[in-house]
């Protein structure tokens, strides 16, 4: 009686009426936050919808974590809801929804709508302008990252390490990086673990790769992140043996699981090795923690099996990812093929795109048609390249330059210029890479004149190397000798640092060329001028240039520098004794090749045709009866000179 009594008092079931809405707003205010920070993000929006549909007054804590679920969401229309949201609800003014606000926008890449929120904040703190710093950095606006730096500093805000770190992905010079690094150590937030990989990063970036192993090394409490950062930069600095080693050490001292970017980066660098056994006991790890369907683990591990030349664990991969496979995996795989000369089932596979929905990128056209030139096969390449054509396709200049090589290999001179007035129509015959392979196609087709005319409309050359190899061989193999040199001498006057192969190119044109003295001054050169050690190809067009001028003992000089003379070497000297008639050093020679090739008679052939040359016709018995009795089979064609 009493509980119905009460119930019925005058006003009680009105105030009844007013808390339970209240009772369920405040409650719903609590769980949007719960959700998000269990990965709800969509049901955490829905919940506020809900809330908004029913006019409850959200209050100013409420916008910030809706704000990051629509970056995590990539929702910018949602995003743009809220604001129209927060504005009516007069909380636009408030730091903590504004910051957020203005991240949220940042990563969102709406750039201008994250400065117009920042622009527009009454009173900022350092944790809107940490959003405003890391934001502009992150979409690549290091200048105005930099600006609002500035400002910060001259508004008295200490910097933290946010601020730091975020600065530190803006640096565009090493010389900034290391001024940054030098305020962390000031603020005392050097070891600060988003700091160091931050800086472990930069220093990377910029080649300072022991400076970053040493920063890497000194990080206290290193995570995941820190690691993989550490990984990218050793694998961009060409030392992936370091990431395996590294990677042991983290799965000793680190509780946390490798996540997807370990993988990759630790497969890479087994792929870099062609480390077949590490790579599979890394593929058997991803297994055990249940990571072998991700699609790009699932394409590195696909993309190291075929660098490997292990075609079927490569192609089980391939098959256990069907369902996921992206283009990036089916690309992997025809590339792969063609790398192992398996140009039958790289076709197979390129026709198969269309069953999964997928169309050729040009990637995968380009995998094709180098591909098919790489294997000389050059006709399958040029029909390719029609191919893609007519699809509207536009080529990627890496498969302009394989169809021009194929035109170069076949001395096919109409489809070279055809593709060259494709280069001129898309605007890239001022590409280097581009120029040199026409430069490349003219020579090998014969028109050097062509080429010339090509290389003298850059008004300023580049300062590749092989832009002017391209020239100078070109004249050595249509025996144009003086205009290689020419070219090598133009290559010194335009400050243009030569490599291993200009040296080849010009050494023989001046071999063929009988210029002796001007290709001593040029081999002298390589170690003087440009800290380029002489090889065994550099000695041996000097060997052969000396054998040629009758400069025999010169020769035998250059080859005792040699630490392992070639065998192409000693006959190329054997060939100059042949020529000069020297039977002395000739039959040292002989020696030496029969030590090297005891099965070959052709040096005692050669020495046998000096010593005919001589009229020493017992010498030429004694040669003829030391191939008798080493049962050396005479090749055929070439005249022991005995008549």
């Known amino acids: 009686m009493s509980s119905s009594t009460s119930l019925s008092r005058p006003g009680l079931n009105d105030k009844a009426d007013h808390w339970v809405p209240l009772y369920h707003h405040m409650k719903t205010q609590t769980q949007i936050p719960k959700l998000i920070t269990n990965g709800f993000y969509k049901e955490a929006l829905s919940l506020y919808s809900q809330q908004h549909s029913a006019s409850l007054p959200p209050h100013k804590f409420t916008f910030p974590p809706l704000f990051k679920v629509c970056a995590k969401l990539k929702s910018s229309i949602q995003g743009q809801i809220l604001h129209a949201h927060l504005i009516k609800t007069g909380f636009s003014s408030e730091i903590h929804a504004a910051t957020a606000l203005t991240d949220m926008y940042m990563k969102l890449n709406l750039v201008s709508n994250a400065l117009k929120v920042f622009n527009e904040m009454p009173d900022r703190n350092l944790a809107s302008l940490n959003a405003a710093i890391s934001g502009f950095s992150q979409n690549g606006y290091v200048r105005e990252a930099l600006r609002v730096f500035k400002e910060a500093v001259v508004e008295l805000f200490r910097p933290n390490s946010v601020t730091v770190a975020s600065v530190l992905s803006a640096c565009e010079s090493l010389d900034h990086g290391l001024q940054m690094h030098c305020l962390a150590i000031k603020l005392g937030v050097e070891m600060d673990v988003y700091v160091a990989t931050t800086l472990v990063t930069i220093y990377s970036n910029f080649k300072e790769i022991a400076v970053a192993t040493r920063v890497f090394g000194e990080t206290p409490g290193k995570n995941i992140v820190s690691y993989n950062a550490f990984f990218t930069g050793l694998l961009n600095n060409g030392v992936p043996l370091v990431v395996l080693k590294v990677f042991k050490d983290m799965k000793e001292c680190l509780s946390d699981e490798p996540n997807s970017v370990t993988f990759i980066s630790v497969i890479s660098a087994c792929a870099s090795l062609l480390y077949l056994q590490f790579g599979r006991q890394v593929h058997g790890l991803t297994l055990k923690i249940e990571k072998q369907s991700d699609t790009v683990i699932g394409t590195a591990l696909v993309d190291m099996y075929l660098k490997c030349g292990c075609l079927p664990w490569a192609d089980d991969v391939f098959q256990e990812l069907r369902g996921s496979r992206n283009i990036l995996t089916w690309n992997t795989m025809i590339a792969g093929m063609m790398l192992n000369g398996r140009s039958e089932k790289a076709m197979e596979l390129f026709e198969g795109l269309a069953h999964e929905g997928f169309k050729p990128d040009p990637a995968t056209w380009n995998s094709m048609i180098s591909g098919f030139s790489q294997l000389g096969m050059r006709f399958e390449a040029f029909k390719l390249f029609e191919k893609m054509q007519s699809t509207g396709m536009v080529p990627s200049l890496k498969c302009v330059t394989s169809v021009l090589s194929a035109c170069a290999d076949l001395s096919a001179l109409k489809l070279g210029k055809e593709t060259h007035g494709h280069v001129i129509r ?49 004249y050595g193999r249509n025996g144009e000798y003086e205009s290689a040199v020419e070219i090598f001498d133009l290559m010194q006057q335009e400050k243009v640092k030569p490599n291993s192969a200009s040296f080849v190119a010009v050494l023989s044109a001046c071999g063929h060329a009988g210029h002796v003295d001007k290709a001593l001054q040029i081999f002298t050169m390589m170690d003087d001028d440009f800290g380029l050690k002489p090889k065994q190809e550099h000695f041996g067009c000097m060997v052969d240039l000396l054998g040629r001028s009758g400069r025999l003992d010169e020769a035998r000089e250059l080859i005792r520098e040699l630490p392992e003379p070639t065998v192409s070497v000693y006959h190329s000297l054997l060939g ?67 008549t």
């Open 426 to 474: 898309a605007d890239l015959n001022k590409d280097e890479s581009m120029a040199t392979a026409l430069i490349s196609m003219y020579m090998k087709c014969g028109q050097p004149s062509w080429a010339q005319r090509f290389f003298d409309q850059f008004e300023i050359k580049p300062d590749d190397p092989a832009f002017w190899n391209a020239m100078i061989s070109g």
């Open 576 to 642: 100059a004794c042949w020529c000069h008639l020297n039977s002395d050093l000739g039959e040292e020679m002989a020696m030496k090749l029969q030590e090297m090739e005891p099965e070959n008679p052709t040096p005692f052939v050669i020495l046998s045709n000096i010593y005919a040359g001589l009229g020493r016709w017992e010498d030429v018995g004694r040669i003829r009866q030391m191939i008798n009795d080493r049962q050396l089979t005479k090749l055929p064609g070439i005249s022991a000179g005995i």
